[in-house]
């Protein structure tokens, strides 16, 4: 029952208030402490009645757009894992990378994430809170990250910590290093959720104005399309479950047929089938997710005149000069 609220939540995005509210990080810290620690939890996908490989189906579908955004990353590189939930993209950031650090604030989560990373002894984890972590004095952290990945992290933070944890990252950045974000997004402004659930969602515009702000350069955005399917999954069996008394509901059948079905026609169908709503003035589906490629706008280290000395301040030094 509570999985199922919160799904609501997850997909309900016109009962937010109109100008951006301040989250609550208590109640934040609350719902992922007490969130399943299953692949279907940490994407919000839990109440719908779809079969755990729709967890799984987002993930390759993500895979593909991350493999692509990082092919040219040394394989030698450090990884800076943030928010990691379960710990699915730490696993599999440990299988390409030679280093991964990452950090998860809910406890329940924290466990499967060191459950998942125990065979790779490339991963160090932490529980512990983003806008207080501070990576320690192993190689990682005195050398710089060559990816820093944030995955649905962004939108359970607050504008101004949004922009503080970004600057933070810029002196532990590696030359040539990105940071990928996959954020869900709405197609215009900001929307904030208050009550047991909460979450801002931004535009792809609203993104790109904080994270210039910020210091880096938007080098690419895309919509996942992956979540995109899944999404309206989502939102037709909430559809269903506003006019169908809970007893009749069978969700476990209605949730798996509205999956399969947009499998059936994915991808195209993820442009298409919004496409032709717009058309008649539906926004369908209301909630999207894009992944944002970034770089610092300021030269990394190595390829600015001052190098030889900034490469000799260990990158810890450097994060705490930068403050
Ligand atoms: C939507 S889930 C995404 C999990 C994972 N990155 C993925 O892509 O599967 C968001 C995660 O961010 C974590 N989180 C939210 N705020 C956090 C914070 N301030 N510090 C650390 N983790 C946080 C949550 O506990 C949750 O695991």
């Not at 160090?124 to 990576?135: A, C, I, K, Q, R």
Request: proline share 6%; charged share 20%.
């Amino acid at each position: 029952m509570m999985a199922a609220q919160r799904a609501t939540d997850h997909c309900e995005v016109t009962t937010a208030a109109e100008t951006p509210l301040q989250l609550d990080y208590t109640k934040v810290q609350a719902y992922w402490k007490s969130a399943r620690p299953s692949m279907l939890g940490p994407y919000m996908m839990d109440g719908f009645g779809f079969p755990i490989g729709a967890g799984r189906f987002r993930f390759r579908g993500e895979v593909e757009t991350v493999a692509e955004a990082t092919r040219n990353l040394d394989p030698d590189t450090s990884v800076l894992d943030l928010g990691s939930g379960v710990g699915v993209w730490a696993e599999y950031f440990a299988q390409r990378f030679a280093r991964v650090v990452a950090v998860e604030a809910s406890s329940t989560l924290y466990t499967a994430l060191k459950d998942r990373c125990s065979p790779y002894p490339n991963v160090t984890t932490h529980n512990g809170d983003v806008l207080s972590f501070e990576p320690n004095n192993d190689r990682a952290a005195t050398e710089g990250f060559g990816l820093v990945f944030l995955g649905g992290l962004l939108m359970y933070l607050n504008d101004d910590d949004v922009s503080t944890l970004m600057r933070r990252l810029i002196p532990y950045l590696k030359p040539g290093a990105i940071v990928l974000c996959r954020e869900s997004t709405i197609r215009k402004g900001v929307k904030t959720l208050q009550g047991d659930y909460q979450v801002v969602y931004r535009s792809v515009e609203t993104y790109r104005s904080i994270l210039v702000n910020a210091g880096f350069d938007v080098v690419s955005t895309q919509a996942n399309s992956a979540y995109i399917s899944v999404q309206m999954a989502c939102e037709l069996v909430k559809k269903w479950k506003a006019i169908v008394p809970e007893r009749f509901r069978c969700l476990p059948v209605v949730g798996r047929l509205a999956y399969w079905g947009l499998r059936l026609g994915y991808p195209w169908n993820t442009r298409l089938i919004p496409w032709l709503l717009s058309g008649m003035g539906y926004e369908f589906p209301s909630l999207t997710n894009h992944f944002f490629v970034l770089q610092p706008s300021i030269p990394a280290a190595a390829d600015r005149p001052d190098a030889q000395a900034h490469d000799m301040q260990p990158a810890q030094e450097r994060m705490q000069t930068a403050r």
